[in-house]
């Protein structure tokens, strides 16, 4: 199952989710967290140009335990690049290979998917030539809304996507994002699934200013309850099932998490879930953009 697993490493290079409560980790954590990851038998790592120094921490991990020939990086462009100049882009993703310390990008996504409506005006051809001078293997872009994936699945050039879903979110799914990537042979990347942590804060934790959500996640805890799981397993597991063709971002903040939802992820059988319970949820609440700054 681990073949499926994706480490997100937004948290190693700032602090990230709703339910972090100590921050970035310090170079000895971070180093602990990405060890374990790869010890855990997932190779794929997910970051960004944007995640702080992410790039540079996960590279100074891979260099201290050799892992650089031995891993699968995906990174994004800066959202604030000037992606219809192709000596910047190739210039910003040499850095970014200097930081991680690796000779080639597993994949280099598109951080934000309004970019695609430059795909024609020069920035496909400069994505094409990276691949071509292997500087990258796959080119993606991630997204916030189902019609642009859509969109983006018909574009020659364009391999993997990188969507939210969960449990709460069945927008891409609705939508015929995921049938519609695997008819044209392109990879999904399901990210979110614990909602930025929202699906697993406790609930006298939650916000003041998320109040909105708590409905939800008592129906949440209630489900997990009559399931006699822990809403951790529910939601994993439900990941774990649903998009079974896609593969699975996860974030931690130390490596007992890691090893934690290696092994939920990892264990358990088939569950059946009314999805209906979790119907009409606000787009206010799926998409992080949207919550009223903490």
């Known amino acids: 199952m681990t073949d499926r697993l994706v480490f997100g490493a937004a948290q190693l290079g700032m602090p990230y989710g709703i339910s972090n409560k100590v921050g970035k980790p ?27 120094d992410s790039e540079e921490v996960l590279g100074r991990a891979f260099d201290r335990f050799e892992l650089n020939s031995r891993v699968k ?15 910047k882009i190739w210039q910003s993703v040499e850095d970014s290979l200097v930081k991680l310390k690796i000779g080639r990008l597993e994949g280099l996504l598109l951080h934000h998917e309004d970019k695609i409506r430059l795909w024609n005006e020069g920035l496909g051809d400069a994505l094409r030539g990276l691949v071509v001078k292997d500087k990258v293997k796959f ?10 994936a859509l969109e983006a699945l018909d574009i020659d050039g364009i391999d993997i996507i990188q969507v939210p879903a969960n449990i709460f979110d069945q927008r891409f799914e609705n939508a015929g994002v995921f049938k519609k990537a695997q008819e044209n042979g392109k990879k999904v ?14 609930l006298d934790c939650l916000p003041a200013s998320m109040q ?27 990941a774990r099932q649903k998009w079974f063709g896609s593969l699975v971002l996860f974030g931690a903040e130390n490596k007992t998490q890691v090893m934690d939802n290696v092994r939920v992820f990892s264990s358990g059988g088939a569950m059946k879930i ?21």
């Open 73 to 87: 990086v995906y990174s994004k462009l800066h959202p604030e690049l000037d992606l219809r100049d192709e000596k």
């Open 212 to 238: 909105e959500v708590l409905p939800y996640l008592i129906r949440l805890e209630q489900m997990a309850s009559s399931m006699k799981l822990s809403r951790q397993e529910l939601v994993l597991g439900y």
């Open 189 to 202: 990347f399901v990210r979110s699934i614990f909602l930025q942590g929202l699906l697993l804060i406790p």
């Open 139 to 148: 080119i993606g872009a991630s997204f916030y809304s189902p019609q642009k």
């Open 26 to 52: 310090d170079f000895s954590n971070a180093c602990e967290i990405v060890k374990t990851v790869f010890d855990q038998g997932i190779i794929r790592f997910d970051t960004a140009q944007a995640y702080g």
């Open 274 to 294: 009314d999805e209906s319970v979790f119907e009409g949820i606000p787009e206010s609440i799926l998409n992080p953009a949207l919550w009223p700054k903490l």
